[in-house]
């Protein structure tokens, strides 16, 4: 079992980046984005990619807006040599402007090292808390 995990210090409020990854429809942070939405709040899907491709499908599997945090599944199409993809992102108060995000997740590696697998899926997720920055910026 592997387990990437990547813990950020970000120079907003817990609540501005909440409202953000807490909103599992919202993509608009995601550049160039092209998804498609299916339902609301616990069983939402979130379909990435183009439409007529091998599509993302992400979906969320519990969300608590108390303790911000959310866990979803990549039941198919996974972008990375991995089975049983589960992540979590959660986000912790710092103080009055800033925050930490934690995103982790669990999966077991298929062709490829753990080692190989937890820098893949590391730096995916720091490459997307970039984009998050920029679109709090």
């Not at 730096?123 to 808390?129: C, S």
Request: with cysteine.
């Amino acid at each position: 079992m592997a387990t990437p995990c990547v813990k950020e210090k970000l120079d907003y409020s817990a609540e501005r980046v909440w409202e953000i990854v807490g909103d599992f429809g919202n993509t608009s942070w995601f550049p160039g984005a092209n998804a498609e939405i299916q339902g609301q709040g616990p069983g939402m899907v979130r379909l990435m990619g183009p439409p007529e491709g091998d599509r993302i499908r992400e979906e969320l599997i519990s969300i608590d807006p108390g303790k911000r945090t959310l866990t979803y599944i990549i039941p198919e199409n996974i972008p990375f040599p991995v089975t049983g993809y589960r992540a979590t992102m959660t986000v912790t108060p710092g103080g009055a402007d800033s925050c930490e995000l934690e995103w982790s997740c669990e999966c077991e590696p298929q062709g490829a090292t753990e080692a190989e697998v937890v820098g893949q899926i590391e730096g995916m997720y720091q490459m997307m808390v970039g984009w998050l920055r920029d679109h709090l910026g």
